[in-house]
């Protein structure tokens, strides 16, 4: 005898995709509760061990380090911002460089590229293909190519603490699932970010 409560297989087929929906979820928030665990450790020791704008750089580093190495990028480069959007520290991806070079390449990117946009509407921006997005500055002499960008903002409500645009030489590298990923992944990056900060301004008032 047949039981009436049998699914249908197209039934079946829905409810197996669901689950594995759902499995692939659940994948992506444990990855990212690793990845929370071992930023906060980080912290930690660094606080233990370095203290004002040093403190401050090796957790942005970290930050930057420990992204790119789960999305496997090539590079990464970070701002910091105030609550009025100026920026008050920074990783480039192009290493060190002088510091009026340096200012006029943030404040160019934060008119006009990526950074600015994600920073205006408060979204993360996916650019698979860069020579397709308008929305991606090419500058010259950029001492390296960027064929996939994906650029993330750090919120507190709705103040934007950091920006974090990691890239790829190739495009189509990062994906939809990468920038899920990131949606669960960012807003502890937030905390650590917030907490970083905070403590160097704290000390910075102490100190004067």
């Given amino acids: 005898m047949t039981d009436s409560k049998q699914q249908s297989p197209e039934a079946l087929a829905i409810e197996v995709a669901s689950l594995r929906g759902m499995v692939e979820q659940l994948s992506k928030y444990k990855r990212a509760m690793e990845a929370q665990q071992e930023l906060f450790k980080a912290i930690l020791r660094m606080g233990s061990v370095a203290s004002g704008r040093l403190m401050l750089r090796s957790v942005l580093l970290e930050i930057c380090e420990k992204t790119r190495e789960i999305l496997r ?7 910091v911002l105030s609550p009025k ?3 008050t520290e920074s ?3 192009r290493g060190p460089t002088i510091q009026e070079e340096k200012t006029q390449l943030i404040g ?12 205006r509407y408060r979204r993360m921006a996916l650019v698979k293909n860069t020579k397709e997005d308008e929305r991606w ?8 190519q960027v ?3 994906l650029c993330v903002p750090f919120l507190k409500g709705s103040v ?11 495009p189509y590298h990062f994906d939809d699932d990468m920038a899920e990923f990131m ?3 960012s807003p502890s990056i937030a905390i650590a970010l917030d907490y970083a900060t905070t403590l160097f301004e704290t000390k910075s008032q102490q100190s004067q």
Avoid: D, N
């Avoid at 160019?108 to 920073?119: E, F, I, N, S």
């Avoid at 603490?161 to 190739?170: D, P």
């Fill in 147 to 149: 064929g996939s960008a």
């Fill in 108 to 119: 160019t990117v934060l008119k006009q590229g990526l950074a600015g946009w994600v920073y």
């Fill in 137 to 144: 500055l090419e500058f010259e002499r950029q001492p390296y």
């Fill in 85 to 87: 959007g100026v920026i």
């Fill in 91 to 93: 990783i480039l991806a």
């Fill in 160 to 170: 934007v603490l950091g920006i974090l645009t990691l890239t790829h030489a190739q």
């Fill in 183 to 185: 949606g669960v992944f």
């Fill in 73 to 79: 990028a090539e590079k990464a480069s970070l701002f």
